[in-house]
Each structure stands twice: as structure tokens, then as C-alpha cells.
């Protein structure tokens, strides 16, 4: 996935928070959030919540669920797309002062909030491992569960019969433009029951979910959508004509982050082949790598005795990326299910941080998480001059993630750009079976 402007999450896609506290406040809640262990103070409490990010103007909304759970309290963000809804559980919770930081499931990220009245918080959301000082303000209202507060019975004076394409879900072929003029495609897909849902496809990963409304604003009918996975807040806004054969609206991602986008009803929309996108220079037909696993001391290289005789499937990942987050919750499941048929996986991490000790940190923290039970090596920062520099057989690396098929010889036999994931429905299934119908047919081999 991409990061915003996204070419990643990604991640992006999803960069939240609770209206900016004092620099004081926000120190000291942070020193708790890298090591304190305070118990979080009674601000949270259980049942749902709406929170709203503060950013260019907009407002960018999310839902969540607080919970008690053996006696401590935990956090889901949630969201809901084409295929259900997610849920992702925040445990780290800890407080200084009058302010209680909710870290970010896997990212390197937190919601740092305080009370400010009954049943209402405010505070930021920060991310650590930005490059620049990132934050966002953020408020939040207990018992609320409704995205766009505009009341989503105005679609009913839409006429029914331009809708029923909607409501069964339909593709759209888009095209993004960033504030400087560049472009790319992407595949739309829209639902519209019970409020909307969607997400959008690109080469290099997924928008992941996305839920919304159609709202009455100033006498027009307006799209939106947005979403909300701890390290990406998106939101997606274009007014809708009745047929809603087409659309051309704005797209807002965290703290900066816009581009223009257009959508125009194709059922053929499509992106380009995935396996296609990245391929081995001329000459090359093997990978060559040795980097030092997460666990200080051990490397991991193709070439050792445990992937002999085995097909191999190499993940190039990051645990900044909610696309990773995606597949690698397919992958490590299935990993465990697979390993006696003579398969193994290598994760291969390039993290923000070029130190080793604070990126290797992040990995084991994402491999406990999702129960990796997989090799995972630091492999280089997260930009695609480090994965190309260090692994130079490959040409025209786009995305992360990009899963790499080995055969029992070594050989590399097949290059997947991007992980549809599980927000994508239908594009989420045929990710999954073709990738069993790949490692099957090296097996057979």
C-alpha cells in the first residue's frame, strides 16, 4: 500500500486523534506510552464512541468501542466496508496526569486524550515514527454511532429506481490526481444500504474499509466516506447526481495529505496484472539476500539449510503498513496450516527508523501480534531505493507489500504487487485463491 500521497498503507489507508492538548500534557503522556504503567484514568467509558479529527478543514470521523476486560479497559476502532466490519483491538492504555494515551494496536502510534466534560474527550493523535512532528486534533462523544451526523434519511429523496445498482454494489473506474498534477488509476466499488460502503483499488494496495452516507449539505446531495486504522485517516468526499453514474470529488488523508478524484460507472473496470508490475532484472533468476533477523544475533538468507528442498514465499513488509497488516493476517494463520506440506515464508521488514535495535523492535512487536510463526528479517528503511538497493536483482519495485514465490530450487517464479485485502470483498477472495493456486502448483513440482 501507500503511504499519502499514497504510492504505499499506506497508510495509507487508513492515517486519529482528540483535540491538541498542552505541549506539557502531551510529554508526559507520551513518556508513559514508551515504557510507563500507569492505569488508565476512568475518561474512557464502555460502550460506543465517535470520534472526529480536525485537519485541513475537515472533519475527518471515526466510530469506536470501549470495553473492560479483565478489569482494564480496551479500545476497538472499527470499521465497516463491503465485507462486514473490523475490528482493532488497542490494549496499551496508560495515563499521566489528567491525560491517557491509547496506543495504536501495531502502529507506531497513539490517541493521546483527555475528559472535557461528561462523556467527551479531547486531546491528538500522534504518530511517533514520523520523519516530522505529527499531530492531529481530535475530539470524541460517548453514545454516538453515527458517522456523518447529516441525517441519512435524506437519501430517500433520491428517486428509488436510480439506486438499485447501488444497493447491489457497483465498480467504478477512477482516477486520482495529487496537488502537483501527477495521476493514477484505481477501481471503485460502491454500496449504497444502509448508509455506504466502499473501497478503493490501486496498484499498490487498497483503501481497505470504507463507510459513509449520502448527506443533504446546502441543498446538495454529497458521497463520503472515510475510515480510521490508527496510522491512516481517510476521507473521501464528492457530491452525487442522482443516477450516480459518476463522480468527482476530493480526497483527504491525515495532516496533509489531498488529492482530486474522478469515478465513472464501468463494470469493467479493471487495474493492471499484479504480477506483472515487478519482475527480475534480465540475467537474474534467483534471489541473494542475508539480513539479521529480528531477533539480535541470527540472519536469514534464502540459502539456508531450512528452505532446501521448499518452496518459499518471501513477504516484503513493514509494520507501518495496514496492507502488510492485511496480509499478514491471511499469512501467518496460514503458515501454520501449510508449514508440514514443505513451505516456509520469510518476512522481510523495512522500517522507518534505520536503527536497528528501534526497527527490529517494531517487527517483534508486529510478530507477536499477528502469532508470526515465520522468519522475519530487517531488511532497510521503507522507501523503494532501500528495497532496491538491497535487493538488486528485482526491477520496478512499486509497493508494499510484494510477495515474492520461490520454487524447491530457489528460483523465483512469480512477483505479486500488493495484498487486496479483506475490505475488497470479492478482489479479497481471488487474492487468497490465487495465492493457493500458486503454492500449490510449486508443490506439485
Known amino acids: 500500500m501507500k503511504t499519502f500521497p499514497i504510492r504505499l498503507l499506506a497508510s495509507a489507508a487508513l492515517g486519529l486523534s482528540l483535540a491538541a492538548c498542552s505541549s506539557n500534557t502531551d510529554s508526559s503522556a507520551e513518556k508513559v506510552a514508551a515504557g510507563g504503567t500507569a492505569a488508565a484514568p476512568p475518561v474512557l467509558t464502555p460502550g460506543p464512541w465517535r470520534g472526529a479529527l480536525a485537519t485541513?478543514?475537515?472533519?475527518?470521523?471515526?466510530?469506536?468501542?470501549?470495553?473492560?476486560?479483565?478489569?482494564?479497559?480496551?479500545?476497538?476502532?472499527?470499521?465497516?466496508?463491503?465485507?462486514?466490519?473490523?475490528?482493532?483491538?488497542?490494549?496499551?492504555?496508560?495515563?499521566?496526569?489528567?491525560?491517557?494515551?491509547?496506543?495504536?494496536?501495531?502502529?507506531?502510534a497513539a490517541l493521546v486524550v483527555r475528559a472535557d466534560g461528561?462523556?467527551?474527550?479531547?486531546?491528538?493523535?500522534?504518530?511517533?515514527?514520523?520523519?516530522?512532528?505529527?499531530?492531529?486534533?481530535?475530539?470524541?462523544?460517548?453514545?454516538?454511532?453515527?458517522?456523518f451526523r447529516e441525517d441519512g434519511t435524506n437519501i430517500g429523496k433520491i428517486t428509488p429506481g436510480h439506486l438499485t445498482e447501488l444497493t447491489k454494489g457497483v465498480t467504478y473506474r477512477v482516477n486520482f490526481k495529487d496537488d502537483k498534477g501527477k495521476t493514477y488509476p484505481a477501481v471503485g466499488?460502491?454500496?449504497?444500504?444502509?448508509?455506504?460502503?466502499?473501497?478503493?483499488?490501486?496498484?499498490?494496495?487498497?483503501?481497505?474499509?470504507?463507510?459513509?452516507?449520502?448527506?443533504?449539505?446546502?441543498?446538495?446531495?454529497?458521497?463520503?466516506l472515510s475510515t480510521f486504522d490508527g496510522n491512516h485517516a481517510f476521507l473521501f468526499h464528492a457530491p452525487f447526481d442522482n443516477a450516480g453514474k459518476s463522480f468527482k470529488g476530493d480526497f483527504y488523508s491525515g495532516k496533509s495529505g489531498h488529492e482530486t478524484w474522478t469515478a465513472v460507472l464501468d463494470p469493467k473496470a479493471k487495474l493492471p496484472d499484479a504480477d506483472t508490475l515487478t519482475y527480475l532484472k534480465k540475467g537474474e533468476s534467483r534471489l541473494n539476500f542475508k539480513f539479521p533477523n529480528v531477533f539480535?544475533?541470527?540472519?536469514?538468507?534464502?540459502?539456508?539449510?531450512?528452505?532446501r528442498g521448499k518452496v518459499v514465499v518471501v513477504q516484503i513488509l513493514g509494520s507501518w503498513c495496514p496492507n502488510c497488516m492485511d496480509e499478514t493476517n491471511f499469512l501467518a494463520p496460514w503458515y501454520e496450516k501449510n508449514k508440514a506440506r514443505g513451505v516456509e515464508v520469510i518476512g522481510l521488514g523495512y522500517e522507518r527508523s534505520p536503527d536497528y535495535k528501534v526497527a527490529s523492535a517494531r517487527l517483534r512487536a508486529m510478530r507477536e501480534r499477528?502469532?508470526?510463526?515465520?522468519?522475519?528479517?530487517?531488511?532497510?528503511?521503507?522507501?523503494?531505493?532501500?528495497?532496491?538497493?538491497?535487493?538488486?536483482?528485482?526491477?520496478?519495485?512499486?509497493?508494499?507489500?510484494?510477495?515474492i514465490f520461490l520454487d524447491k530450487k530457489g528460483n523465483v517464479r512469480k512477483i505479486h504487487t500488493g495484498f487486496a485485502g479483506p475490505g475488497t470483498g470479492k478482489y479479497y477472495q481471488e487474492e487468497v485463491a490465487g495465492f493457493n493456486r500458486e503454492v500449490d502448483k510449486l508443490l506439485k513440482e
Open 56 to 108: 485541513q478543514g475537515q472533519e475527518i470521523p471515526f466510530l469506536f468501542e470501549v470495553k473492560t476486560e479483565a478489569g482494564k479497559p480496551v479500545v476497538y476502532l472499527i470499521n465497516k466496508g463491503l465485507n462486514g466490519e473490523e475490528r482493532l483491538r488497542c490494549e496499551e492504555i496508560s495515563s499521566a496526569g489528567d491525560s491517557t494515551t491509547i496506543r495504536m494496536h501495531a502502529f507506531d
Open 118 to 147: 461528561k462523556d467527551k474527550l479531547k486531546g491528538t493523535w500522534v504518530k511517533y515514527d514520523s520523519k516530522e512532528s505529527y499531530r492531529v486534533p481530535l475530539t470524541a462523544t460517548a453514545g454516538e454511532q453515527i458517522l
Open 189 to 224: 466499488i460502491f454500496k449504497i444500504q444502509n448508509g455506504a460502503t466502499g473501497t478503493f483499488l490501486t496498484s499498490t494496495g487498497d483503501y481497505r474499509y470504507l463507510s459513509g452516507s449520502i448527506e443533504m449539505i446546502k441543498n446538495e446531495f454529497r458521497f463520503s
Open 296 to 307: 539480535e544475533g541470527g540472519a536469514v538468507s534464502p540459502t539456508d539449510p531450512k528452505y
Open 370 to 403: 499477528f502469532n508470526i510463526g515465520y522468519d522475519v528479517a530487517v531488511a532497510g528503511v521503507s522507501n523503494k531505493d532501500s528495497v532496491a538497493k538491497s535487493l538488486p536483482q528485482l526491477a520496478k519495485f512499486l509497493a508494499f507489500p510484494t510477495t
